[in-house]
Nanobody
Framework: QVQLVQSGGGLVQPGGSLRLSCAAS????????MSWYRQAPGKERELVAA???????NYLDSVKGRFTISRDNGKNTVYLEMNSLKPEDTAVYYC???????????WGQGTQVTVSS
């Protein structure tokens, strides 16, 4: 059974930090590209950060220098370290695992991040 189980969201003040985790099971994690998306109320889901199976990374322009994506293949987990958080980062964050050549995509359950004073 494939699962992506997220943890680490919550309420934080502007300028604060949070780390999101996404623990995978049921598929060969190391062979999948992993990414984080977010969706704010009334807006479309957007890609925040992605990491390839080889460790290549890319980021949404508005989070560059503040967010860091990483993966630990030994723990089958992908992380999103978020620093200098802003109110506009408020959203539900989702992790995703994908392997396009196999046509497979898996999503986590989502976790709320709220940045507010």
């Amino acid at each position: 059974q494939v699962q992506l189980v997220q943890s680490g969201g919550g309420l934080v003040q502007p300028g604060g930090s949070l780390r999101l985790s996404c623990a995978a099971s049921g598929f060969t994690f190391s062979t999948y590209g992993m990414s984080w998306y977010r969706q704010a109320p009334g807006k479309e889901r957007e890609l925040v950060a992605a990491i390839t199976r080889d460790g290549g990374k890319n980021y949404l322009d508005s989070v560059k220098g503040r967010f860091t994506i990483s993966r630990d293949n030994g723990k089958n987990t992908v992380y999103l370290e978020m620093n200098s958080l802003k109110p506009e980062d408020t959203a539900v964050y989702y992790c995703k695992g994908s392997r396009p050549l196999l046509g497979t995509t898996y999503w986590g359950q989502g976790t709320q991040v709220t940045v507010s004073s």
